[in-house]
């Protein structure tokens, strides 16, 4: 598979392209903004303009044309009124199949998994029933039910990186809440390690892979490490809700691929 489509060159997206293009891939990259074009451009991607939430897609049959993959990066939305997440794929499935692209990587959340007592594996069947992590349920399931798509699932713990740090949102609080609860992170780095690893073992059939580093085993000891990096102060100790317990093993990932998280 050397001709990659990726679909929303956004924080993720963007750098998993050029991690492609580094690899010798050919990578087509959609954007809703105009004015990244050139960005996209400079990097070697080529850009398209499509925005399926807004029902704009002139240019999805040229992107689609010769994509061996598909890596579908697009954040859920929710600010427009009767519009379910799972709405976009319902339209592009039929271009999908209209050329012939049988395989898709997903990029979903844990979020949909309800919380339990017991450690949170791909198997676990207790789905959250919030409206948000529904409509990212159902949207996975339109691909997972679809008769000629092999999709590949990964289910993202909380994002971090190099640019994006969410201990500075949690310095700025007055309180760090849940501190002895689990926490269920992945590193940017890690997400696009595993994800290229996908592409090249050539997938012929459905999965399910929750991306969580294994290494941070509460809160605190997340957010007291990432502080240390930023010399920062974190806020006092709230309280502990364990109705909010959820531990979730990203271990499946490491077996599949024998790498290991970085993270």
Known sequence: MKNIGILGCGWLGFSL??????????????TTTLSKFTILKDNAISPY?????????DFLDDFLENIDCLIICIPPKYQLENFSYKDNFI???????K?????????SSVSVYAPSPNLI????RLINQDIKSKQIFDAENL???HPSINVSILRLGGLFGLDRKPVKYICAKDELQNPDLPINMVHQYDIIAYTKSIIKKDFESNSIFNLVSNKYHSRLDYYTKQALKENL????LGTNNT????????DKIVQFTNIEYQY
Do not use: C
């Open 243 to 250: 109705q909010l317990y959820k531990k979730i093993s990203g």
């Open 91 to 97: 339209l592009l499935i039929p271009f999908l199949e």
């Open 17 to 30: 392209a050029e991690e492609l293009i580094k690899e010798n891939y050919n990578v087509k990259g959609t």
């Open 143 to 145: 691909f997972l039910n």
């Open 99 to 107: 050329h012939s692209i049988t395989k898709v990587i997903f990029m």
């Open 121 to 124: 594996t791909e198997k676990s």
């Open 233 to 236: 102060t974190l806020p006092a």
């Open 49 to 57: 303009y499509i925005d399926l939430q807004e029902n704009k897609i």
